[in-house]
Nanobody
Framework: QVQLVESGGGLVQTGGSLRLSCAHSGRTFSTNAIAWFRQAPGKERWFVAGIDWSGHSTYYTDSVKGRFTISRDNAKNTVDLQMNSLKPEDTAVYYC??????????????WGQGTQVTVSS
């Protein structure tokens, strides 16, 4: 089974930056679209950003457009999320997952441990 390990979270002030990384253990990484999701306390998990297998196509939820950038390195089996101009409402646990062409998790029952992002006001 594919394993996904998220890292890079932390505590940052409003306006600050963080770079998250998603490490994928499977041989099929270079053929999979990957997306980042986030879950705030008491709320559902929501899509944040996605990138296709080639890295040429990306998609963002409106609230992060212009602030977040998703990228991938197929040689290293990683997908990064550069987050700039962070806001308190970005506070959440961030997860990555393999997704289908509609940016939905291919295995909704599997999630990694996530990485906590906290933005102080």
């Amino acid at each position: 089974q594919v394993q996904l390990v998220e890292s890079g979270g932390g505590l940052v002030q409003t306006g600050g930056s963080l770079r998250l990384s998603c490490a994928h253990s499977g041989r099929t990484f270079s053929t999979n679209a990957i997306a980042w999701f986030r879950q705030a306390p008491g709320k559902e998990r929501w899509f944040v950003a996605g990138i296709d297998w080639s890295g040429h196509s990306t998609y963002y939820t409106d609230s992060v457009k212009g602030r977040f950038t998703i990228s991938r390195d197929n040689a290293k089996n990683t997908v990064d999320l550069q987050m700039n101009s962070l806001k308190p409402e970005d506070t959440a646990v961030y997860y990555c997952n393999v997704v289908d062409p509609a940016w939905r998790p291919t295995d909704p029952s599997y999630w990694g441990q996530g990485t906590q992002v906290t933005v102080s006001s």
